[in-house]
């Protein structure tokens, strides 16, 4: 039986104990990041992620990003207009891949008819190729993370939160769009790849003409610094969001980045 000395001993001592403040260790908790505008994502990605994840505005993220895609197609038709016509562009893009060969072979009437079908094809083609690639890749990165991650996420996850988060990790393409938009109205189009406008890739410094569009520019076009930023970007934000120290999301990011690049590269029309 403990005598009264022992007591007050153990009473005195448990008092000192609890005045001693909790041992906190940074290295065992996350770091708690303030929520920051999401158009500070390119300087503060940790702070826009966390902004994206509290409020997700996933329909709003998703329908600016893939409308601002509009941009580059949208100059590049004021620029062929301005010109010497569409058709005219057209033409010159065709000689340079090697397909006016062909049409080149056609009678005049059946070449013009071509002509006068291909010009308000491409029209609106290009801005709805240009919106749809856009939307295809958010929704691939979205879903691919998605059903990966879902089971084993720190907390449930929704579709709209990824696609949130996926469409925040965008922005370095919405900065390759302005840049390719600018070029295109500041210099000729004949001086310049259309497809591939900016120097953020070594496609662009290597190739030029009819070379460009062969296998081997395809897929250095595909080592571009705003494509591989934004592939990073788009990965943290689904880690941030599911709390994992998985590599999942930049598996899917940039293996799905590979694939398509591959892909295009393997069904390019190489030039004779």
Not at 30 to 37: I, N, S
Not at 188 to 201: C, F, K, M, T, Y
Request: glycine share 6%; net charge positive; aromatic share 6%.
């Amino acid at each position: 039986m403990p005598t009264p000395t022992t007591t007050t001993t153990a009473t005195s001592t448990a008092s000192k104990l609890s005045n001693i403040p909790a041992l906190d260790l940074p290295s065992l908790h996350r770091r708690q990041h303030p929520a920051r505008p999401r158009f500070l994502v390119l300087v503060d990605p940790d702070g826009a992620m966390a902004a994206a994840i509290a409020r997700p505005r996933a329909v709003l993220a998703f329908a600016f990003v893939c409308l601002w895609a509009l941009l580059p197609p949208a100059a590049f038709l004021v620029a062929a207009h301005q010109q010497g016509g569409l058709e005219s562009v057209i033409v010159d893009e065709m000689k340079k891949s090697g397909a006016w060969e062909k049409i080149s072979q056609l009678p005049a009437e059946k070449r013009a008819e071509v002509m006068r079908v291909t010009a308000p094809a491409m029209a609106i083609g290009l801005p709805v190729g240009a919106a749809s690639k856009r939307a295809g890749w958010l929704l691939f990165v979205s879903a691919g993370c998605f059903l990966l991650l879902r089971g084993t996420s720190s907390r449930p996850i929704r579709l709209g939160e990824v696609v949130a988060v996926v469409a925040v990790g965008a922005a370095p393409l919405l900065v390759h769009d302005l840049l390719t938009a600018a070029s295109y109205l500041s210099w000729e189009l004949r001086s310049i790849d259309p497809q591939n406008a900016v120097a953020s890739n070594p496609a662009n410094v290597l190739f030029s003409g009819a070379s460009s569009r062969s296998v081997v520019a395809v897929l250095l076009r595909g080592v571009d610094i705003f494509e591989l930023w934004s592939c990073w970007l788009m990965g943290l934000g689904v880690a941030r969001l599911t709390s994992t120290r998985s590599l999942t999301p930049w598996l899917v990011t940039y293996g799905g980045h590979a694939a398509i690049t591959v892909f295009g590269a393997l069904t390019s029309r190489v030039p004779s």
